[in-house]
């Protein structure tokens, strides 16, 4: 398996001495995040997003099974696999592990071999399944996220910013007059201009929380966590200028064409309460703006 080290994998537990022997047997392969308690956990996970959690059962406070619980509540932590160490021997409690969403279980005192291949075995697993939702998150024509990426990150750093009462904003765009491009020039080479402009806007998602997505069609979407309007307005324009000064030759190299682009900008801090789809919706009324006041423009 590639690229293993990358792979995090979060340990729960309260006991120093467990912690730091699950650390010295996955610490060759992982990178290992710790946590000492159920709360923690629930912060460290939805910080951090590891990749695995290791999840110790007898815990003071909250302890192991309200813990796993509450991360499958959570739709930020739900999907995150964990595996369950405990010293409990009972059938009854592994049960009642696996039926709140444990993937599988660990007892102590712990085997070197036995932690490294359960681990190793559902570290294979999300790797598959990642693979698998990369090949229903991309847009095929032009390798970048497609709405339904866009609405799962969207989501998630909505949250974030809520949480951490940072700002968020949005650009949607839309390629001026795309249908008499494509009545002119034909399918195939509006499809490159597609894949020409969805590269300049992918140049501007320059951080790991940035996400350009092609929302449908020829309509873009720029999502900017942790910024607020007056710099989203900045990367606005350099699109918006790099988009019309771009030259896409036609396919037998004749003749150089170019569009422009539409955006409409917004930014907000979230608060609790706040509505997501309303925030896209007033993006949306920007844009239509922006259309119907000349085109190539940008509006806020």
Same mark, same amino acid.
């Given at each position: 398996m590639e690229a293993e080290q990358s792979h995090r994998?979060?340990?729960?537990?309260?006991?120093?001495?467990?912690?730091?022997?699950?650390?010295?047997?996955?610490?060759?392969?992982?990178?290992?995040?710790?946590?000492?308690?159920?709360?923690?956990?629930?912060?460290?996970?939805?910080?951090?997003?590891? #990749?695995?959690?290791?999840?110790?059962?007898? !815990?003071?406070? !909250? #302890?192991?099974?309200?813990?796993?619980?509450?991360?499958?509540?959570?739709?930020?932590?739900?999907?995150?696999?964990?595996?369950?160490?405990?010293?409990?021997?009972?059938?009854?409690?592994?049960?009642?592990?696996?039926?709140?969403?444990?993937? #599988?279980?660990?007892?102590?005192?712990?085997?070197?071999?036995?932690?490294?291949?359960?681990?190793?075995?559902?570290?294979?697993?999300?790797?598959?399944?990642? !693979?698998?939702?990369?090949?229903?998150?991309?847009?095929?024509?032009? #390798?970048?996220?497609?709405?339904?990426?866009?609405?799962?990150?969207?989501? !998630?750093?909505?949250?974030?910013?809520?949480?951490?009462?940072?700002?968020i904003s949005f650009l949607m765009m839309d390629i001026d007059n795309f249908k008499t491009y494509n009545d002119t020039y034909g399918h195939p080479q509006g499809d490159v201009l597609l894949k020409s402009v969805a590269k300049i806007l992918a140049s501007e998602a320059k951080r790991p929380a940035d996400m350009a997505a092609r929302l449908g069609g020829e309509e873009f979407g720029l999502l900017l966590a942790n910024t607020n309007l007056e710099k989203a307005l900045t990367i606005a324009e350099k699109i918006r200028s790099k988009v019309e000064a771009n030259q896409v030759p036609t396919a037998d190299g004749k003749t150089m064409t170019s569009v422009t682009i539409s955006i409409g900008a917004v930014s907000t801090v979230p608060r609790l309460g706040d509505s997501m789809l309303d925030f896209i919706t007033r993006a949306d009324g920007h844009l239509y703006t922006a259309k119907n006041t000349g085109r190539n423009r940008i509006f806020s």
């Open positions: 994998v979060l340990i729960v537990d309260d006991e120093r001495s467990n912690l730091a022997m699950l650390n010295k047997i996955l610490s060759p392969e992982y990178t290992i995040l710790i946590a000492k308690s159920g709360e923690d956990a629930l912060g460290r996970a939805e910080e951090d997003n590891p #990749d695995i959690i290791l999840l110790d059962i007898v !815990m003071a406070g !909250m #302890d192991g099974f309200e813990t796993l619980a509450r991360l499958k509540d959570s739709p930020v932590t739900s999907k995150i696999p964990v595996i369950i160490i405990t010293g409990l021997s009972e059938e009854s409690d592994e049960e009642r592990g696996f039926f709140l969403g444990a993937v #599988d279980y660990i007892t102590k005192p712990f085997k070197n071999a036995i932690v490294q291949a359960r681990v190793r075995t559902h570290m294979q697993i999300v790797h598959q399944m990642r !693979m698998i939702e990369r090949i229903g998150l991309i847009d095929p024509l032009t #390798d970048i996220p497609n709405r339904r990426s866009f609405d799962n990150r969207a989501d !998630m750093e909505w949250r974030r910013c809520t949480r951490e009462e940072n700002p």
